[in-house]
């Protein structure tokens, strides 16, 4: 899949622009708020079908009434996302056919770094659960279903526990839910890491040609139960659930830790380590997508080319040489 053209109306700060890509690597360069993390944005959204940082109302143009991207693929192909306000309501033309969501097969794969992944080892749980989150929903849609329906009883168990008449049993359809997608979840992000694990080493070798050992530690905060040990884990906590509002137990506590040297990376890892560590992620993350899906992945960089240095840019570079890539930097 080749990107060739997009236009966009009202979409953030772009009342109308257009823009040709290359087949290989197109750089987009402007001042800081020109616009440039905006059109990232749009082909994300386009190929995709959702933003990877805001919901619609944000993106809309202030005091515009619609927004609408349009990507054109180089084999003829087209997508269009119209987002009209009043409705409240975006589709997505393919074809000749409309939908409410982008279509599975017109999803592609797409590897994002942004400026906020080169401290990704430094993060907040949070934000590391996110960056995972997405690259597991991008490999697997199994994961990506467990993971919005276990997100969705979280969510409507968190509401009922905020209840002032509470019966422990009126909790129970969610718990169900939970503890059958909380295990699931935690299955694959466990297969996730034992996969990182086999290749982070070497393709961190392959960058900073040194004897440093990388690993990934993943802690889950349900550790390996089955479903109905989860289940009796979950209903533990209920008193202290109900005094804090919401649920304690659960894979929406889990974090990751990358290991430098057998030694926790945040702290000891240098700032070029760290980068290196990241660029391996990424590299791994694409070569996992092409292996997973028969689809080599949009690379979209924003704004973190310039911020290495050129060791790693050129790694960087032979590493997507058969990769569509896309990049901003500030001019
Ligand atoms: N809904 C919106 N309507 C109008 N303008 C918006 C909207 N959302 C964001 N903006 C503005 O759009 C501009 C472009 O933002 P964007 O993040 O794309 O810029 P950028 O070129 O990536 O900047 P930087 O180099 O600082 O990262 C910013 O000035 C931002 O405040
Ligand atoms: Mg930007």
Same mark, same amino acid.
């Given at each position: 899949?080749?990107?060739?053209?997009?236009?966009?109306?009202?979409?953030?700060?772009?009342?109308?622009?257009?823009?040709?890509?290359?087949?290989?690597?197109?750089?987009?360069?402007?001042?800081?708020?020109?616009?440039?993390?905006?059109?990232?944005?749009?082909?994300?959204?386009?190929?995709?079908?959702?933003?990877?940082?805001?919901?619609?109302?944000?993106?809309?143009?202030?005091?515009?009434?619609?927004?609408?991207?349009?990507?054109?693929?180089?084999?003829?192909?087209?997508?269009?996302?119209?987002?009209?306000?009043?409705?409240?309501?975006?589709?997505?033309?393919?074809?000749?056919?409309?939908?409410?969501?982008?279509?599975?097969?017109?999803?592609?794969?797409?590897?994002?770094?942004?400026?906020?992944?080169?401290?990704?080892?430094?993060?907040?749980?949070?934000?590391?659960?996110?960056?995972?989150?997405?690259?597991?929903?991008?490999?697997?849609?199994?994961?990506?279903?467990?993971?919005?329906?276990?997100?969705?009883?979280?969510?409507?168990?968190?509401?009922?526990?905020?209840?002032?008449?509470?019966?422990?049993?009126?909790?129970?359809?969610?718990?169900?839910?939970?503890?059958?997608?909380?295990?699931?979840?935690?299955?694959?992000?466990?297969?996730?890491?034992?996969?990182?694990?086999?290749?982070?080493?070497?393709?961190?070798?392959?960058?900073?040609?040194?004897?440093?050992?990388?690993?990934?530690?993943?802690?889950?905060? !349900?550790?390996?139960? $089955? #479903?109905?040990?989860?289940?009796? %884990?979950?209903?533990?906590?209920? *008193?202290?659930?109900? +005094? @804090?509002?919401?649920?304690?137990?659960?894979?929406?506590?889990?974090?990751?830790?990358?290991?430098?040297?057998?030694?926790?990376?945040?702290? !000891?890892?240098?700032? $070029? #380590?760290?980068?290196?560590?990241? %660029?391996?992620?990424?590299?791994? *993350?694409?070569?996992? +997508? @092409?292996?997973?899906?028969?689809?080599?992945?949009?690379?979209?960089?924003?704004?973190?080319?310039?911020?290495?240095?050129?060791?790693?840019?050129?790694?960087?570079?032979?590493?997507?040489?058969?990769?569509?890539?896309?990049?901003?930097?500030?001019?």
């Amino acid at each position: 899949m080749i990107i060739k053209n997009i236009a966009l109306s009202n979409f953030r700060c772009h009342t109308g622009y257009r823009l040709d890509f290359e087949r290989q690597t197109t750089q987009i360069l402007g001042e800081n708020g020109w616009g440039k993390t905006s059109i990232l944005e749009a082909i994300y959204l386009a190929v995709r079908g959702k933003s990877f940082k805001a919901v619609d109302r944000e993106i809309l143009r202030r005091g515009a009434e619609y927004y609408r991207v349009e990507l054109d693929f180089l084999d003829g192909e087209k997508t269009v996302v119209t987002y009209d306000a009043a409705a409240a309501r975006k589709n997505f033309l393919v074809g000749d056919k409309k939908w409410a969501r982008l279509p599975k097969k017109n999803r592609y794969p797409v590897v994002l770094f942004e400026p906020v992944d080169l401290s990704l080892i430094t993060a907040s749980p949070a934000r590391r659960r996110e960056y995972f989150d997405r690259f597991l929903a991008q490999l697997s849609e199994g994961y990506s279903n467990s993971l919005s329906r276990y997100n969705r009883a979280l969510k409507q168990r968190n509401e009922y526990l905020k209840r002032e008449f509470l019966r422990r049993e009126d909790l129970f359809p969610w718990d169900i839910l939970m503890a059958k997608y909380g295990v699931a979840l935690r299955t694959e992000r466990a297969g996730l890491v034992a996969a990182l694990n086999d290749r982070l080493t070497g393709v961190y070798r392959g960058i900073a040609e040194n004897r440093d050992e990388v690993a990934l530690a993943y802690e889950s905060y !349900t550790e390996e139960v $089955g #479903e109905s040990e989860y289940l009796r %884990l979950l209903n533990l906590d209920f *008193e202290r659930d109900r +005094l @804090v509002g919401h649920t304690n137990f659960g894979v929406h506590k889990d974090d990751y830790t990358f290991l430098f040297n057998g030694a926790v990376a945040d702290g !000891t890892a240098s700032r $070029g #380590e760290t980068r290196s560590i990241i %660029l391996a992620l990424k590299f791994i *993350e694409a070569e996992m +997508l @092409v292996e997973g899906l028969g689809r080599r992945p949009l690379v979209l960089l924003d704004d973190v080319f310039s911020e290495l240095d050129e060791t790693r840019q050129k790694a960087l570079v032979k590493n997507f040489q058969e990769n569509q890539v896309i990049l901003t930097s500030v001019s």
